[in-house]
């Protein structure tokens, strides 16, 4: 079921230890997890040269394409996500490869909408457009991007308030788990989300596992030695999201029914999904 990877930081940063060279870069989960599975159904990074989002996808896997290595060892952003995919829903295909992008927006996701068939017409009905792939993920995605207005925000702007992205993703979580449960009564959804504009990231953790570690006014990569950040010095602060522990730096898991929100500073808050379902 797919490795996430989400990256936030105050200076433009080089990710590719992170992405290959690491004790447990995406690129080696991509050929086995912790989990002893493998990630082989395609791989994209997302990133933002500019103020909108540029994706990079294949479908090829990650451990064996040269492209991942590549893309990894040219990225360079404030914020990154990436994703290497265990097809669920829907075929090997370049449409079905997160992240998927929209103008600013980019979403990832770890995971399966229960019954999403039972679910597509209604979520269709108010998704901001028709996706281009036969994912669960990208129907989640364009649903999300539907209900934006809603909580103040713009599928063509970034967000304003990092607070309003997290009650959109809270609430999202929660209307989609409710709906797969009255739909199905197979295993329940699993709906770990990436969801960014360039300045924020927001992060959901709901039936899979998840991760973040903080560096604050560290400069050399513990992977390789050398500074991925040269402008950065001691005012540098990054927050890092993955589905597993990546290096030998000190990780926390995420609790279940949580949602981490990282402003434009690198500011994590955590928030509990389970008061807003009492």
Same mark, same amino acid.
């Given at each position: 079921m797919c490795r996430l990877y989400g990256f936030s930081a105050t200076h433009p940063t080089r990710l590719e230890c992170s992405l290959v060279e690491a004790q447990n870069a995406l690129q080696v989960q991509s050929d086995r997890d912790g989990r002893g599975r493998r990630n082989a159904d395609g791989w994209g990074i997302a990133r933002w040269p500019s103020h909108e989002a540029e994706v990079v996808?294949?479908?090829?896997?990650?451990f064996a394409d040269a492209g991942f290595?590549?893309?990894?060892?040219?990225?360079?952003?404030?914020?990154?996500?990436?994703?290497?995919?265990?097809?669920?829903?829907?075929?090997?295909?370049?449409?079905?490869v997160h992240p998927f992008r929209n103008g600013p927006?980019?979403?990832a996701h770890n995971?399966?909408?229960?019954?999403?068939?039972?679910?597509?017409?209604?979520?269709?009905? *108010?998704?901001?457009?028709?996706?281009?792939?036969?994912?669960?993920?990208?129907?989640?995605?364009?649903?999300?991007? *539907?209900r934006m207005p809603g909580y103040g925000l713009?599928?063509?702007?970034?967000? *304003?308030? @990092?607070?309003?992205?997290?009650e959109l993703l809270k609430q999202g979580v929660l209307d989609l788990v409710?709906?797969?449960?009255?739909?199905?009564?197979?295993?329940?959804?699993?709906?770990?989300?990436?969801?960014?504009?360039?300045?924020?990231?927001?992060?959901?953790?709901?039936?899979?596992?998840l991760y973040w570690t903080e560096r604050h *006014? @560290?400069?050399? !990569?513990?992977? !390789?030695?050398?500074?991925? !950040?040269p402008e950065g010095g001691g005012s540098y602060r990054a927050i890092v999201i993955a589905s597993e522990p990546i290096t030998s730096e000190r990780w926390t898991e995420?609790?279940?029914?949580?949602?981490?929100?990282?402003?434009?500073?690198?500011?994590?808050?955590?928030?509990?999904?389970?008061?807003?379902?009492?």
């Open positions: 996808r294949s479908t090829q896997s990650a290595a590549e893309t990894a060892a040219t990225t360079r952003s404030h914020i990154t996500l990436a994703h290497v995919r265990a097809a669920t829903v829907g075929d090997v295909k370049p449409d079905n927006w980019a979403f995971g399966t909408l229960t019954d999403h068939a039972a679910l597509a017409p209604e979520m269709l009905n *108010g998704a901001y457009r028709e996706p281009a792939g036969t994912t669960d993920s990208e129907l989640i995605f364009q649903w999300l991007l *539907g713009n599928p063509e702007q970034p967000a *304003g308030d @990092v607070n309003q992205l997290a409710r709906a797969s449960l009255a739909h199905s009564e197979s295993p329940p959804a699993r709906l770990n989300f990436l969801l960014s504009d360039g300045v924020n990231l927001v992060a959901s953790r709901w039936g899979n596992s *006014g @560290v400069r050399d !990569c513990s992977v !390789c030695g050398t500074d991925h !950040c995420v609790e279940e029914g949580s949602v981490l929100a990282v402003d434009g500073k690198a500011k994590l808050t955590v928030s509990d999904l389970f008061p807003m379902a009492a």
